[in-house]
């Protein structure tokens, strides 16, 4: 397809297990990006690549979570020992060049929800 | 990053303009300004963004105050899919465009 696609769209776990989130970025985009969006709230930033070298990773919110993008392709993201506190809506989104006039384009997003 | 300040949330006709402002006193010369919206669950969808000049695409238009201490997004012609939550957001010249998200503003185009 031509957008940003994401998998699984609903992924539901127990506490402790680990989850790994696939962001498949549109095609020749150079960087890409993860969002988490609680209910009612605005995207919160992650960590971003380009191509393959990861960026910035400010936004990951403890040693738990960790992105690779080994090919500067499709990119996962992983929650070890998930806690009930990780459920979320976790977003992707590519843009064509690393550049503040290069816009973002989202995924649908997973949904994420740990029991 | 400059901080933006959006109104909660606006009601407009369906038919009529949807003006949108945001407030960006903050900004510096290097920073662009973003427009997104999000329609229910969807992921955001880009709708506009700019430096100085005021833009115009086939979703809206964008008023850049001369001192860019303010914009307005315009919807031209609102209808009822347009409800959504619109956000304003600055993005820094040169550097990585990581958007940071605000709490935006909830548009609900009434019939």
């Known amino acids: 397809g031509a957008g940003v696609s994401q998998s699984p769209r609903y992924k539901v776990t127990k506490r402790g297990q680990d989850v790994a989130l696939r962001c498949d970025p549109i095609?020749?985009?150079?960087?890409l990006y993860w969002y988490r969006q609680a209910l009612g709230q605005g995207p919160e930033f992650l960590t971003y690549f380009n191509y393959e070298a990861q960026q910035d990773k400010s936004g990951l919110p403890n040693d738990r979570f960790s992105a690779e993008r080994p090919e500067g392709s499709i990119s996962t993201l992983t929650i070890q020992r998930t806690e009930q506190r990780d459920s979320a809506m976790y977003r992707c989104?590519?843009?064509?060049?690393?550049?503040?006039?290069?816009?973002?384009?989202f995924g649908n997003g997973t949904r994420l929800t740990v029991t | 990053d400059a901080k933006t300040t959006q109104p909660t949330s606006m009601d407009c006709a369906e038919g009529r303009a949807a003006n949108l402002p945001c407030n960006h006193s903050t900004i510096s010369g290097n920073e662009y300004v973003y427009w997104y919206r999000q329609i229910h669950s969807q992921g955001p969808q880009y709708i506009i963004h700019?430096?100085?000049n005021n833009e115009t695409n086939e979703m809206a238009s964008l008023i850049i105050t001369e001192d860019r201490k303010s914009s307005t997004l315009i919807l031209p012609h609102a209808t009822l899919r347009d409800t959504a939550v619109y956000y304003c957001i600055v993005s820094a010249r040169g550097a990585t465009n990581k958007l940071i998200f605000g709490t935006g503003t909830l548009l609900a185009v009434q019939p």
């Open positions: 989104a590519s843009s064509r060049r690393d550049s503040a006039n290069s816009p973002l384009h």
């Open positions: 700019g430096l100085k």
């Open positions: 095609s020749g985009h150079v960087s």
